[in-house]
């Protein structure tokens, strides 16, 4: 998705540093981020730094590029033809971008939910076992049937699928299948878990079990949600990031960035003056 | 309620007169396809008897059968799936999910190309290629050769399959640490399989009619098979064989193996009607 102009009269400013936690090195530090696809730039010299275990939301309008950024994360835009990166993401201090980087790895220590569910044409458990199985996290049967119902139990689903293990992901709700392919995500155990508008075409009901699930599993992941709904963004994450047109305006703290953002354009935008 | 004008009148007349044209000539095809159907079950149905199914032929007077034409037939198209199925499916994969830009596109219209070759050529390349070296027909040949008309065929039906395999089940199973090869192998394959199924049963039933490529290559023979490294019946080529001949007796028999043929590619198509219904 090329970046589109919400609204040409503004004018970006460079990035704002991000802030960085106590003392302590970020889990994931993106530093001067470009990335294009074929020669559309879609995100300009991004600079951020996600702390461990927390809830980081992104926001802004459509097209600013925040779900190519999230994608950059672990390195899901690789399948994309002709995109190209520049900048360095580090996870733990790593460049995953780097030569050496094991892309497979990689993608096992950060997960990913997506906005559509995307459940394979499974039974309920083959989805859940399908990483553990393809990483051979591990040998024994029972093993594999314990990490399966306690992803499910994570992602709130055990309750409803216990009786039904065997029959197709497909005949679920999609919040149902939704809250499944975030247990798929978490039966892997990934260290970060990236969620692209997981709760967009949820009804509200779906949507709050989503949201206190993410709620629950903050104490253990650090997860990283895209959103175009600022309530959701309000009550879920402990940080917001506003992105525009490519380029990150402002990362700051949930609460600041809701009631007196330090930059006018993320108060324009949360006030719904344009997007 | 209101009368109708003319230009009204004018309308319902087109309209009634384009619905009668269609339903006219969806009549025409359908009954060409019940005339051919009702002839050979009535030309054949006299001379059907279960000696006839499982004997082989015997001299002009004395009756016999083609069961030996049924065990060819089936052996040919089980060598023809054995080379033909897999290869088909592997250039499928290839086309929908590696090869991209322009060695995608020249694969895609070499195999284009290929389904368009008649396939009396494809018979007598075969007897080039493996007939004159091996210096004598075989069922091997025979099987080769159609399995070279049901590649393309096959590759192009799993090609439409795995492509309409949607890409964010591609994205989740990538996502989760799951190399290409895993992916394909594990999650879009399974996904797109009662379509692959379709096309190799559609690709089995195409060849199980052909007899032009078999001439040259599986040429037919009056014995049961034995191996696989000689001549091989199949009941198109007895049917060809019986029906160019003079005597009334193997007219009325080629009658019959046409109707078995026809059941047989009934039955197939009735499989993949079967195997295509949603599972998952």
Redo the contacts between chains.
């Keep these: 998705m090329p970046v589109q102009t919400a609204a040409p009269r503004i004018e970006v400013k460079a990035s704002t540093p991000a802030p960085t936690t106590d003392g302590g090195s970020a889990k994931v530090a993106v530093r001067d981020l470009d990335f294009f696809y074929g020669r559309v730039q879609a995100l300009h010299s991004i600079s951020l730094e996600i702390p461990e275990r927390i809830v980081m939301a992104f926001i802004g309008p459509s097209g600013c590029g925040k779900s190519t950024f999230l994608r950059t994360l672990?390195r899901?835009n690789d399948?994309i033809?002709a995109t190209r990166v520049g900048g360095q993401v580090l996870l733990d201090n790593h460049d995953i971008y780097a030569p050496a980087t094991d892309v497979?790895?990689?993608?096992?220590r950060v997960?990913?939910v997506?906005q559509?569910s995307?459940?394979?044409?499974?039974s309920i458990f083959d989805n859940v076992a399908?990483?553990l199985r393809?990483?051979k996290v591990t040998s024994s049967g029972s093993e594999l049937a314990g990490r399966v119902e306690q992803a499910l139990k994570d992602a709130a689903l055990w309750n409803e699928v216990k009786d039904r293990l065997k029959t197709?992901?497909?005949s679920l709700s999609g919040g149902q299948q939704q809250r499944l392919?975030i247990a798929?995500?978490l039966a892997?155990r990934p260290e970060v878990l990236l969620m692209d508008e997981p709760a967009s075409a949820l009804d509200p009901i779906a949507t709050s079990k989503i949201e206190e699930l993410i709620f629950d599993l903050k104490k253990q992941y650090t997860i990283v949600i895209v959103t175009h709904n600022m309530q959701q963004a309000a009550r879920v994450s402990d940080t917001t990031a506003f992105f525009l047109l490519g380029k990150l305006i402002e990362v700051n703290s949930t609460e600041k960035m809701f009631t007196a953002p330090n930059e006018k354009l993320t108060e324009d935008y949360i006030t719904g003056r344009f997007g | 309620m209101a009368t109708y004008g003319n230009a009204d009148r004018m309308r319902r007349a087109t309209s009634g007169l384009m619905t009668t044209l269609t339903a006219l000539c969806t009549l025409l095809a359908i009954s060409a396809l019940l005339i051919i159907l009702s002839h050979i079950a009535w030309q054949g149905i006299g001379s059907l008897n279960f000696q006839f199914l499982v004997d082989r032929p015997r001299p002009v007077g004395e009756g016999g059968g083609i069961g030996n034409a049924i065990l060819g037939s089936l052996v040919l198209l089980l060598i023809s799936s054995a080379f033909g199925l897999p290869l088909g499916i592997c250039v499928g994969v290839y086309l929908a999910e590696i090869g991209r830009g322009r060695v995608g596109d020249a694969v895609r219209f070499m195999v284009d190309t290929l389904t368009g070759i008649p396939s009396i050529v494809t018979g007598v390349f075969v007897y080039a290629i493996l007939v004159i070296p091996m210096k004598h027909f075989s069922a091997l040949a025979g099987g080769v050769a159609l399995a070279l008309i049901m590649i393309p065929i096959v590759a192009r039906t799993t090609e439409e399959m795995l492509k309409l395999v949607p890409h964010s089940m591609r994205e989740g199973a990538l996502a989760l640490g799951a190399p290409q090869w895993r992916v394909i192998l594990g999650v879009v394959i399974p996904a797109a399989a009662p379509g692959i199924a379709t096309g190799a049963m559609l690709a089995i039933a195409r060849v199980s009619g052909e007899t032009a490529p078999l001439l040259f290559t599986a040429f037919g023979s009056r014995f049961f098979p034995t191996s696989l490294n000689e001549p091989i019946a199949s009941l198109t080529v007895q049917i060809y064989n019986y029906a160019i001949s003079p005597y009334d007796e193997w007219h009325a028999q080629a009658w019959a193996a046409t109707l078995v043929l026809m059941t047989l590619v009934l039955g197939i198509n009735i499989m993949v009607r079967f195997l295509t219904r949603k599972k998952f």
Excluded: D
């Excluded at chain 1, 497979?104 to 096992?108: D, G, K, N, T």
């Excluded at chain 1, 995307?118 to 499974?122: C, I, L």
């Design positions: 672990n899901m399948v033809p497979v790895e990689l993608r096992r997960g990913m997506f559509k995307n459940p394979f044409p499974k399908y990483g393809i990483n197709s992901a497909l392919c798929r995500a892997i």
